[in-house]
């Protein structure tokens, strides 16, 4: 997880302390992120309950992002940082963030951009992701945390807006995105990538700060909408066409 990335990102929300937080395909980096930023009443959830001691008791769920056992609204908002792409569908997954969520939601996920792409087919960016998996003994942090390293899912800037748009069509979502740029630091990446990452760090930030969308980090800040489209209207607690829109 990239802190200072996600850290801003929700920090920008100017959120109240007391507000109530899911974080999905979540560890100890999150519960420690939300926590030192000051949120006091957070829900850490995962498939892997190797991360349940780490956390207060009170505040661990095993969930699938995928398929959340929470009611419709449950939390004020909801936050993942690069978890998505471990979910066999990171589209389901972002929508059950969306159901659950009464405000919004944050994602801190991979990009797609030009830049991107040819660092993957220049061996500097994964499609897969292996090194989670090698980071667990082999034994799990790919797939749906199985050991089968998971496809590196990047999204763009229109598909997240397809998605939710298709989800909920009664109003339109309120979306912003927030770019950033983040180089391979870790040992697990490889001596020839971290290297490559420090010579190529000042033309990438150059690059990145002339156009932001081809950082290779994506924040979503997804809110729910708040009015009707003009063709609908409020019926028996849901929505019905509007016989009296006329386009």
């Given amino acids: 997880m990239d802190r200072t990335f996600a850290a801003a990102t929700l920090q920008s929300l100017d959120l109240r302390a007391d507000t109530r937080l899911l974080?999905?395909?979540?560890?100890?980096?999150?519960?420690?992120?939300?926590?030192?930023?000051?949120?006091t009443d957070v829900v850490v959830s995962n498939l892997d309950e190797s991360f349940s001691p780490m956390v207060p008791e009170a505040v661990w769920s095993h969930q699938d992002a995928q398929s959340l056992t929470f009611e419709d609204r449950s939390f004020d908002w909801v936050f993942v940082s690069e978890g998505l792409h471990h979910c066999r569908s990171p589209h389901r997954a972002l929508l059950?963030?969306?159901?659950?969520?009464?405000?919004?939601?944050?994602?801190?996920?991979?990009?797609?951009?030009?830049?991107?792409?040819?660092?993957?087919?220049?061996?500097?960016?994964?499609?897969?992701?292996?090194?989670?998996?090698?980071?667990?003994?082999?034994?799990?942090?790919?797939?749906?945390?199985?050991?089968?390293?998971?496809?590196?899912?990047?999204?763009?800037?229109?598909e997240v807006i397809k998605t939710l748009r298709s989800y909920d069509p009664t109003g339109e979502v309120r979306v912003e995105f927030r770019h950033g740029l983040r180089?391979?630091?870790?040992?697990?990446?490889?001596?020839?990538?971290?290297?490559?990452?420090?010579?190529?760090?000042?033309?990438?930030?150059?690059?990145?700060?002339?156009?932001?969308?081809?950082?290779?980090?994506?924040?979503?800040?997804?809110?729910?909408?708040?009015?009707?489209?003009?063709?609908?209207?409020?019926?028996?607690?849901?929505?019905?066409?509007?016989?009296?829109?006329?386009?």
């Fill in 23 to 39: 974080a999905v395909c979540a560890g100890t980096d999150d519960w420690e992120l939300l926590t030192g930023l000051g949120f």
């Fill in 183 to 247: 180089l391979p630091t870790a040992d697990a990446t490889g001596a020839r990538r971290r290297w490559a990452g420090r010579l190529a760090r000042p033309a990438l930030a150059a690059l990145c700060a002339i156009s932001r969308r081809q950082g290779n980090q994506l924040a979503i800040i997804a809110r729910r909408p708040t009015e009707l489209y003009p063709w609908l209207r409020p019926a028996d607690g849901g929505v019905e066409f509007n016989p009296r829109y006329r386009a």
């Fill in 96 to 158: 059950e963030m969306y159901r659950v969520c009464r405000v919004g939601l944050v994602a801190i996920e991979a990009r797609d951009s030009a830049l991107v792409r040819l660092a993957v087919r220049l061996g500097m960016a994964d499609s897969f992701e292996l090194a989670a998996v090698v980071d667990q003994g082999g034994r799990s942090g790919g797939l749906d945390n199985t050991s089968v390293p998971n496809h590196v899912y990047r999204w763009t800037e229109a």
